[in-house]
């Protein structure tokens, strides 16, 4: 009889697994155009870019804006690969993956400079700091304002010394895409207020004048 019970209770305790799984696999995903809906979905998400913000200075709704171009707040995406006469699968065309899409040797530049050795591209918390830092490094480098998503952008985009050289001026689809970049972060700026406070005083241990 207790055996019986038993198997009853872990087929209960399953069903209620699977219809968690479910739920969690159902559930709509967030808005990409509206960065509350985004944070109401992630809301570390905030955290992390707030921190990011007052480590280096780059506004919140920059750092995001950079995320949804790059990777459409996807962890693993990576460029995909050459195909060899049009079926084989080639290289990747560059190292960039992530959620920044940091390629390889500014990633490691990002990690020697800010000793986090540990750091992953797959972490949004990771990906947050790593445009922060960047962005400081153009506004040190190349007198950027931190919050002209459009310069910030093509010198991410191009790098520094690329930006540097001017190439960026005569190639129209990544001003078009610089120009989208800088639209979105106006847009999430001017979203963010309707639930920043929410989202800094999320927590029980979190009131005025104690939250983040």
């Known amino acids: 009889m207790k055996r019986r019970s038993a198997s009853f209770l872990e087929i209960g305790i ?25 944070f109401d979905h992630h809301p570390r998400w905030y ?19 950079f995320v949804q171009q790059e990777s459409s707040f996807r962890a693993r995406v990576r460029p995909e690969r050459n195909r060899i006469l049009g079926i084989f699968p080639g290289r990747r065309p560059s190292s ?26 797959s972490n949004m918390a990771d990906a947050l700091d790593f ?7 153009s506004h040190r480098r190349l007198d950027l304002a931190k919050d002209d998503a459009y310069h910030l952008y093509l010198a991410y985009h191009d790098g520094h ?9 005569n190639n129209g689809q990544l001003m078009q895409i610089a120009s989208r970049v800088d639209q979105r972060a106006q847009t999430y700026s001017r979203q963010l207020p309707a639930c920043e406070s929410n989202l800094r005083c999320r927590r029980f241990w979190q009131f005025w004048p104690f939250c983040r």
């Open 14 to 38: 399953l069903v209620v697994a699977l219809l968690f799984l479910a739920g969690c696999a159902t559930s709509p995903p967030p808005r990409q155009d509206n960065v509350c809906d985004i």
């Open 47 to 65: 955290d992390y870019a707030r921190d990011s913000e007052r480590r280096w200075g780059t506004p919140i709704a920059v750092q995001m804006a």
């Open 96 to 121: 960039a993956r992530g959620y920044a899409q940091a390629q390889d040797p500014a990633w490691q530049d990002y990690q020697q400079a800010t000793g986090n050795r540990r750091a992953r591209r």
């Open 131 to 137: 445009i922060g830092w960047y962005n400081d490094v």
């Open 161 to 169: 010394t690329g930006f540097q050289r001017g190439g960026w001026r």
